[in-house]
């Protein structure tokens, strides 16, 4: 199966950026579109952005350009480029890949990102 481990969280003030990268291996042929997910306290996890092999990126409202995806195919690595960071935005992200059926069925262990005001 498909293993993906996200790293680059972490504690930063509000204004400030951070990368979050996601590492695929695996049978990654089986793979789709990729993204990220959240999830705050006492919320449901929500998409945050999405790149399919196309090239084409979407996002959740709430990130329009303060988040950037991006993709490294020949690296297997997935990132996020968040800028201008808000309290809001804290919570455990997620990387995610899609299988051959455009389901979410693959899943990293999530990375704290806390940003304090």
């Known amino acids: 199966q498909v293993q993906l481990v996200e790293s680059g969280g972490g504690l930063v003030q509000a204004g400030g950026s951070l990368r979050l990268s996601c590492a695929s291996s695996?049978?990654?042929?089986?793979?789709?579109?990729m993204g990220w997910f959240r999830q705050a306290p006492g919320k449901e996890r929500e998409f945050v952005a999405g790149?399919?092999?196309?090239?084409?990126?979407y996002y959740t409202d709430s990130v329009k350009g303060r988040f950037t995806i991006s993709r490294d195919n020949a690296k297997n690595t997935l990132y996020l480029q968040l800028n201008s960071l808000k309290p809001e935005d804290t919570a455990v992200y997620y990387c995610?890949?899609?299988?051959?059926?455009?389901?979410?069925?693959?899943w990293g262990q999530g990375t704290q990102v806390t940003v304090s005001s």
């Open positions: 695996g049978r990654t042929f089986s793979m789709n579109a």
């Open positions: 995610a890949a899609e299988d051959s059926e455009e389901r979410w069925n693959y």
């Open positions: 790149i399919k092999w196309s090239g084409y990126t």
